[in-house]
């Protein structure tokens, strides 16, 4: 069965300071994945996705991730933090197969100091 | 372009009582799914949908029913509400031009007391 983890639960960053956020995921095959951000009391907007090809991926919001298969990674990068990115981050891997059902990590709280 | 529209947003329910949540798209998606958000726990797939007529069983379904007449519509429906089933619901939708990227909706805050 497909996993994502998160081994991050809460991280704090300096406004204006670069940010990574890690995710790992357990697949059989080349996965599908999603990084989604909600802010409190709010749903879950897509922030990029990787089907295949160019394994850096450009998001939305100054966001890109890296595709690394050797890793079993999909990390979250932004060289500038804003006031305004602190909310929490999910991790997803989508199975290729049927439904393409979503699995989530558990997900990390982002703080931004000013 | 509404999206994917849940209802309600908030509600209130007893112990055993039953209730409904309401999920419509409207981007002729065939997929779509619920999913359920508890903290430090991300999201769980309580069940999901290919199409009109067909629906299966995602990773926590017990506690849940669901249907699919149409392609706009897949309610959620609790048949008797337990404490345990205190959560956020997302209703989720996914085809079309849209590819393999799932849209989610804004979310339903469920309270059982």
């Known amino acids: 069965a497909q996993s994502v983890t998160q081994p991050d639960i809460h991280i704090t960053v300096s406004e204006g300071a670069s940010l990574e956020l890690r995710c790992n995921y357990s697949y059989g095959a080349t996965p599908y994945l999603f990084w989604y951000v909600q802010s409190p009391g709010q749903g879950l907007q897509l922030l990029l996705k990787?089907?295949?090809?160019?394994?850096l991926v450009q998001g939305i919001k100054g966001f890109e991730a890296e595709f690394k298969r050797s890793q079993s990674s999909f990390n979250l990068r932004k060289p500038s933090v804003h006031w305004s990115d602190a909310a929490e981050y999910f991790c997803a891997v989508g199975d290729t197969g049927g439904g393409n059902k979503l699995t989530f990590g558990t997900g990390t709280q982002l703080k931004v100091e000013l | 372009n509404a999206g994917v529209t849940q209802t309600p947003k908030f509600r209130i329910l007893k112990i055993g009582q039953s209730m409904t949540l309401q999920c419509a798209q409207d981007?002729?998606?065939?997929?779509m799914y619920w999913y359920r958000q508890d903290p430090g726990m991300g999201l769980k797939l309580i069940y999901y949908?290919?199409?009109?007529?067909?629906?299966d069983k995602g990773e926590v379904p017990n506690g849940y029913n669901v249907s699919r007449s149409t392609t706009e519509d897949f309610p959620l429906r609790l048949e008797l509400a337990a404490p345990s089933q205190t959560s956020v619901y997302f209703c989720?939708?996914?085809?079309?031009?849209?590819?393999?990227?799932?849209?989610f909706g804004e979310g339903s805050w469920l309270t059982v007391v």
């Open positions: 949908s290919v199409g009109a007529g067909i629906t």
């Open positions: 981007m002729n998606h065939n997929y």
């Open positions: 990787y089907f295949s090809g160019d394994t």
């Open positions: 989720a939708s996914r085809g079309g031009s849209s590819g393999n990227t799932i849209y």
